[in-house]
């Protein structure tokens, strides 16, 4: 898996182009395929220091420049206020990302590449230089940007305050907003050398004056790193930023090789991530590597849970559900499967699990109707891919108490409105609650309520139901209940779902049906276990294929809709208008495949046209956030990509679809 990038030279067309990169600890690195930062969200080490939350960037960036005689060759690559401009990408030839990063620059008889990667399991980043000179001695010069900020925030001079320590192998910043801890610097060749001006200030960063914001950060600089390269010679350089507790010992000495056996080791990494998911092309190798950066340790539990985006949420419950398969089973990492299952049931709370774990470490919200029902699949799922004995017995034990309490919970109701109706369907929300996915709230406004019986909740509703039958009659229970009961759904669900007139089902029921065209409706004909005839089902289809697929996405509304809105950018405000309002969203694809190559016969030919439909997808892997799948998309054409940069279930549900619903036909006659 390897995607290079050439034709870097202008600024405008690459600065939105990004790159990740994660530690499974909940830290990460992230810039643009141009070196210039874009976000506030970026930076060479973004560390959480209690996983995975409590994000704070710590390593900036670098800045190089080669001295040959008296030609200065500066790579700086960044915008200043007022889209004042240093760019430095004249001299990019190339970006690759594989997992690892790296920049080719060339000046006359000169060829410098700059790796960058991030250790698993640590946080700890490394620099690999290599250094071809065919020309006169030089001088190559390294200037580290440092910073100490939580990682949606800014810094100014004022904040940037610190104890600077020279070491014998670099040097060491103790930030006084925190005592606690140490940026460590380690370089394997140069002097250190004093500047001038210890601060970098006013980087603009263009995504956040997209949005209306100011967008300016400030970074500190106290020394440059001057190292000489003698003429017609290679060179390797290793530097290596270590964020570690302020009472720490001495980072051991680095040599020239240190980061190039880092870089090395997380390649042999990424290799094992593709050898075990078993996939074999290009598409579904890069989907692999892409879940990998979402798997993550949660430090309160020591189990493995998900990160629903990058660069800024945390693990949330509907989340990680959706994107569980995906992210997990079809990738062979059933270990990180049962973690986080068990993860999720030990926050069960009123037959609820929950929907965000705070970035502060606070206690879990529970503000969701549709989490603790995708928790059934997840688990439907995990026991189809897995499947022997000490799997049923770890789902029995550990797992089926608390599918047990949610359906008591739902059946007799728990918090926000959330509860079993006359007509056995669940109704969810009330007043200002937020509780499908659709829950965006701007202080007493709360832009698609949904309060009623959502469409997608009361599908999810009977498939959890089913789940409960086949599981109570695996463990011996033989509980009739679930069955009788999901009949009762399955009758009141067509009755009152079923829109003759668009051809479709209503969004929401209520005392007045919505019958806006929505993507919720899709998991009515997707799930395992579903309640509509097949005319039903294909109508649906067809109807979600013509009003809202855009490529990358679903559209969350129909656009001939009164309150569709087609971009996604813009002020808090704006934004929040167009979230849940025409915007489209790239999960919502898994569904959608599944639901039509079901419709159109489960056949080869099915699958064939599915695969069409994800070509977008393969596209959109070379931009954005290189070699992953944001979060949401414009509405409106070109689509561009929106949110975050690289988001789970995205990713999850999109190669979840072409695992189960392309592959096993792509070797059929």
Known sequence: MNFKLTDLNSFEDNIRREWALTNGLGSYAGSSVIGAHNRTHQGYLIASLRSPVMRYLFFSKTNEKVTIGNNVYDFTTAQYKGRQRICGQTYLKEFNYDGTVCYTYEIPGMTIKKHISLVYGLNRCAIGYEIINNTDSATFTVTPLLNYREHSGSSTIDDLKFTIFREDTGFSLIPDANPNIRTYISVSDGILKDRESLYEADMELQTEVDNEVAGLDCHFTPFDIEIA??????????????????????????????????????????????????????????LAVAADQFITQRESTGYSTVLAGLPWFTDWGRDTMIA?????????????????????????????????????????????????????????????????????????????????????????????????????LIHAGSGLDQVTWMDVRVGDWVATPRHGKPVEINALWYNALCIMDFLSAKFGENDTDYKVLSEKVRSSFIAKFWNPNAGCLYDVVDETPDDSIRPNQIYAVSLPFTMLDHDMEKSIVNVVKNKLYVGCGLRSLDPEHKDYHPIYIGSLSKRDHAYHQGTAWGFLLGGFITAYVKVNGSDKKAADEALKLLEPVKDHLYHNCIGSICEIFDGDSPHNGRGCYAQAWSVGEVLRCYFEDILPFKTRA
């Open 229 to 286: 390269v003698p003429a017609n010679s290679s060179k390797r350089i290793s530097l290596i930023c270590d964020v570690i507790p302020a009472s720490a010992g001495i980072v051991s000495r680095i040599t020239p090789d240190t980061a190039f056996d880092i870089i090395d080791a997380q390649l042999k990494r990424v290799s094992k991530i593709i050898d075990n998911s078993g996939l074999k092309d290009d598409f579904g190798q890069a």
């Open 324 to 424: 569980f398969t995906g992210l997990t089973l079809c990738t062979g990492r059933f270990n990180e499967a049962h973690d986080i299952l068990l993860t999720f049931a030990k926050y069960c709370h009123n037959g609820l699990i929950p929907n965000m774990f705070p970035d502060n470490g606070q206690k879990p919200l529970y503000n969701t109707a549709d989490a603790s029902l995708w928790y059934f699949y997840a688990v439907y799922k995990y026991l189809m891919y897995t499947g022997n004995s000490d799997d049923y017995d770890f789902i029995y034990k550990e797992i089926y108490p608390s599918l047990k309490e949610i359906i008591s919970a739902y059946k007799n109701g728990t918090d926000f409105s959330i509860y079993m109706d006359e007509d056995y």
